[in-house]
Nanobody
């Protein structure tokens, strides 16, 4: 199983980025997907998730600014990030869960992780 995250970069505050996470090696349509992030010196935190049925959950800090979507035909999950703030600066990781119905905030439940992509928001 491989999760390949991409799309990170440097953006000014107020700007937008779209992250992608391509999944291979196992059925994408049968996994719940999530995004987490880890800022320098901080613990990893949940950003949002999307279930097999495309139900989404978001962290309070990003709700209304970030949108998660999935394209089963492309085996890819997306994180559209708008109105970015300097505090959104972090390495963003995608994660997949095939083995339970869970698609919540606990990173320990997810089976596989991408390598991370760095998002830097300048003020």
């Amino acid at each position: 199983v491989q999760l390949q995250a991409s799309g990170g970069g440097l953006v000014q505050a107020g700007g937008s980025l779209r992250l992608s996470c391509a999944v291979s090696g196992r059925s994408f349509s049968r996994c719940h997907m999530a995004w987490f992030r880890q800022a320098p010196g901080k613990e990893r935190e949940f950003v949002g998730s999307i279930s097999i049925a495309s139900t989404t959950i978001y962290a309070t800090s990003v709700r209304g600014r970030f949108t998660i979507s999935r394209d089963n035909a492309k085996a890819t999950v997306y994180l559209q990030m708008n109105s970015l703030k300097p505090e959104d600066t972090a390495v963003y990781y995608c994660a997949a869960n095939w083995n339970s119905v869970y698609y919540g905030t606990n990173g320990g439940v997810y089976d596989a992780w991408g390598q991370g992509t760095l998002v830097t928001v300048s003020s």
